[in-house]
Nanobody, 124 residues
Framework: EVQLVESGGGLAQTGGSLTLSCAAS????????TGWFRQAPGKEREGVAC????????YYTESMKGRVSIYSDNAKNTVFLQMSNLQPEDTAVYSC?????????????????WGKGALVTVSS
């Protein structure tokens, strides 16, 4: 059974930092990337970043580019999303997903498995 479990969500102050973790287990061989998405209240889900399981290549969308870093600890099957200079508009549920990696786009429809999400609230 594939499981993606996010942790590290919570309350942050404007300008603060937060690191989310995604612990993966049971991933199938067709998975070559792990990504982070977010969905703010009343808004559509958007991609944030993705990392290749094979070679560690990364892709960042414009949504938080320059303020986030995605990295992995393959020994622990864990992917991290380090976020800095958080703003109230970053308040959202952040979800981890696993599926196809691309250097050119982060597409929700290319993700096969999803975690339940972690709420990040940024206070003004």
């Amino acid at each position: 059974e594939v499981q993606l479990v996010e942790s590290g969500g919570g309350l942050a102050q404007t300008g603060g930092s937060l690191t989310l973790s995604c612990a993966a287990s049971g991933l199938t061989n067709d998975v070559d990337g792990t990504g982070w998405f977010r969905q703010a209240p009343g808004k559509e889900r958007e991609g944030v970043a993705c990392i290749s399981i094979e070679d560690g290549s990364t892709y960042y969308t414009e949504s938080m580019k320059g303020r986030v870093s995605i990295y992995s600890d393959n020994a622990k099957n864990t992917v991290f999303l380090q976020m800095s200079n958080l703003q109230p508009e970053d308040t959202a549920v952040y979800s981890c997903a696993a599926g196809e990696y691309s250097d050119y786009a982060l597409r929700a429809y290319a993700m096969y498995y999803w975690g339940k999400g972690a709420l990040v609230t940024v206070s003004s």
